[in-house]
């Protein structure tokens, strides 16, 4: 078996290739290796990974840092604020939006086992009941009566693997994998970087370029800007088109176009506050 085929088989990115070329052979062949490696290998399969913070903390943080540069473009302010202001508001930024992921996510990942530790405690007390309410929403998805009771019956008597059909099926909720701390760190970690990252982007061309030709006036400084947060956003669109149905084209114009609306407002704000402070 080839590397590259079980990489394929490892990532739920082969099925989504065979059914947008509804290539029947290669789906078959995806979940036919899949299931092989599957029983050699420990599988942890993420809505992901961390791939969707990387590009949701990454357009955040382009898009904020952008906004300070557009709105002090339009306001006129001199290089240094820009890049005071600009390095200052990316890093605390970054810093609420990595300690907001960690928090939000263990938060709701300890919200999530307690509800387990219900479900697995009303199961262990009144398993009729739970076995009742499960065999009523199969039922109600076009089972019949008897194919349901065979099937919940029978999960039911392995108790921790029937708890996690109850939490998905009753509660819509995914159950964490067991070092759930570890990976909400993990995601803060990599939303603080990737803010951080992505959002200095606009703003080192202020500090790189002068450096490079001092002879360049602001005007094109703003302009580089704009072309390199045109060309991030559109490619963190793209990526971003991974978590929905909509073309990756679609996806990066629709990006682009909604940062170029973000920058217009900052821009046009600037322009108006200055000319206030100018005419008092």
Not at 166 to 194: A, C, N, T
Not at 199 to 206: A, C, D, Q, T
Not at 228 to 247: D, E, H, I, Q, R
Request: glycine share 10%.
């Amino acid at each position: 078996m080839s590397s590259s085929v079980e990489k394929m088989a490892l990532v739920p990115d082969g099925a989504r290739k065979a059914y947008a070329g509804l290539d029947e052979g290669a789906s078959r062949n995806f979940h036919d290796v899949r299931h092989v490696v599957a029983r050699n290998t420990e599988m942890h399969q993420t809505d992901g990974g961390f791939i969707k913070p990387v590009i949701f903390g990454g357009l955040d943080g382009i898009l904020t840092s952008f906004a300070i540069v557009a709105a002090a473009a339009g306001g006129n302010m001199p290089v240094p604020v820009v890049i005071v202001l600009g390095f200052s508001n990316i890093l605390a930024d970054a810093l609420a939006m990595g300690v907001g992921e960690f928090l939000s996510s263990k938060a709701e990942n300890e919200w999530i086992l307690r509800e387990r530790a219900r479900e697995k405690w009303e199961m262990e007390n009144y398993p009729e009941g739970e076995i009742r309410e499960m065999i009523d929403i199969y039922e109600s998805r076009g089972m019949s009566r008897e194919d349901a009771t065979t099937v919940i019956e029978t999960m039911a008597k392995y108790t921790e693997f029937f708890v996690d059909v109850m939490m998905s099926e009753e509660l819509s909720l995914r159950v964490p994998e067991k070092d759930h701390k570890i990976e909400s760190m993990k995601e803060g970690v990599v939303m603080f970087l990737s803010f951080a990252t992505f959002g200095s982007l606009p703003i080192l061309g202020y500090v790189l370029i002068p450096a490079l030709y001092p002879s360049l006036g602001e005007h094109v400084l703003f302009v580089a800007a704009c072309v390199v947060t045109g060309m991030v956003l559109f490619s963190l669109g793209c990526l971003k088109s991974m978590f929905s149905a909509s073309n990756w084209l679609v996806c990066g114009l629709e990006t682009l176009l909604l940062g170029g609306v973000c920058a217009t407002v900052a821009f046009t704000v600037g322009q108006f506050v200055d000319g206030l402070i100018a005419d008092s």
